[in-house]
């Protein structure tokens, strides 16, 4: 469902996303 695949998306992302805030600060 496009439900499941969203919240497949953003467990991938979620990662990503603290990652590209930390390479911004330092």
Same mark, same amino acid.
């Given at each position: 469902? %496009?439900? /499941?695949? !969203? @919240?497949?998306? !953003?467990? =991938? =992302?979620r990662?990503? %996303?603290? %990652? =590209? @805030? /930390? =390479? @911004?600060?330092?």
């Open positions: 469902s %496009l439900r /499941r695949m !969203l @919240q497949l998306v !953003l467990a =991938l =992302l990662p990503t %996303l603290h %990652l =590209l @805030q /930390r =390479l @911004q600060k330092s």
